[in-house]
């Protein structure tokens, strides 16, 4: 008898190449437009490192109608047990769900349909072993966790509705999970008490972004633009492979915003 996969045991992933309109991405603050090469770059690293640490990436075209579509993580969410479709929070970004569709109605068994009304982001969406934490956010709202909890219930796995700190993002734009029971945090956010059942690892005051990392498999993915996080993980006995983010980050992205990733049973 084979044990079940942990929950950052992966070897399937969906990724979409950027588009040349990924120059126009939503973002908070302006802090210039990202190059489409520089992005394409960075995109191409993480594919890279995702093949390097066992997982099949399966790669989607690129989108021009839709800047932000590279970020595949927000339109959906996958488990092993199947995929839910969801309703992103930003106007621009809801037909992105339409063009990930048929590939996840193509590779899963089951697809659910986030229920109307309401709107949800992946980004706001944190798989641990003992729940699955959905962050209100201005992209998440109480409709839309709700009927993301009614979903998550018909695969069997249990829904948790918690608050993403005010003017962040996502919910884990601020944190990731680093192994069972250790949470990558930034102070905020653990200081809310939402990770009070974890080990916490606190981000370095002014490395923010680097909370956004991706634990795959044996390694964790962080930004190489935070070498204190980078310092703090491999003292701390974690397999760090350090990935670009300038470029995206202009963009209010990181690490899990760019794969839908699952443990494929054969
Ligand atoms: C947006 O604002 O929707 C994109 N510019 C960034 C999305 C990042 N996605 C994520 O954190 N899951």
Redesign the pocket.
């Known amino acids: 008898m084979t044990s079940k996969p942990a929950v950052y045991e992966f070897n399937a992933a969906i990724v979409r190449e950027p588009a040349r309109s990924v120059v126009n991405?939503?973002?908070a603050d302006d802090r210039g437009n990202p190059t489409y090469e520089g992005v394409k770059a960075e995109h191409a690293a993480y594919v890279a490192a995702m093949r390097a640490a066992d997982v099949k990436v399966t790669v989607l075209p690129a989108l021009e109608s839709f800047p932000?579509s590279i970020?595949v993580?927000?339109p959906a969410l996958v488990f092993p047990e199947g995929a839910i479709l969801l309703r992103?929070g930003?106007e621009t970004?809801v037909k992105e769900t339409t063009e990930i569709a048929p590939t996840l109605k193509a590779m899963f068994g089951t697809v659910f349909d986030l229920p109307s009304p309401g709107f949800a982001?992946?980004?706001d969406v944190l798989t641990t072993p003992k729940s699955v934490m959905i962050g209100l956010s201005a992209?998440t709202d109480r409709a839309g966790a709700e009927g993301l909890v009614a979903s998550l219930d018909r695969l069997g796995r249990k829904g948790e509705i918690v608050q993403t700190p005010e003017g962040v993002?996502?919910f884990?734009?601020d944190c990731s999970l680093l192994d069972d029971v250790t949470m990558l945090t930034t102070e905020r956010l653990g200081r809310s008490g939402v990770f009070d059942g974890f080990r916490r690892v606190t981000i370095p005051a002014g490395e923010e972004p680097a909370a956004?990392a991706l634990r795959v498999n044996g390694v964790v993915m962080v930004g190489s633009d935070y070498p204190r996080t980078i310092e703090m993980l491999d003292r701390l006995g974690y397999k760090v492979v350090p990935l670009k983010t300038t470029e995206i980050g202009k963009?209010?992205?990181?690490l899990?915003?760019m794969s839908l990733r699952w443990h494929r049973g054969d």
């Open positions: 991405g939503l973002r932000d970020f993580e927000d992103p930003a970004r982001d992946g980004g992209r993002l996502h884990k734009t956004n963009i209010d992205a990181g899990s915003c």
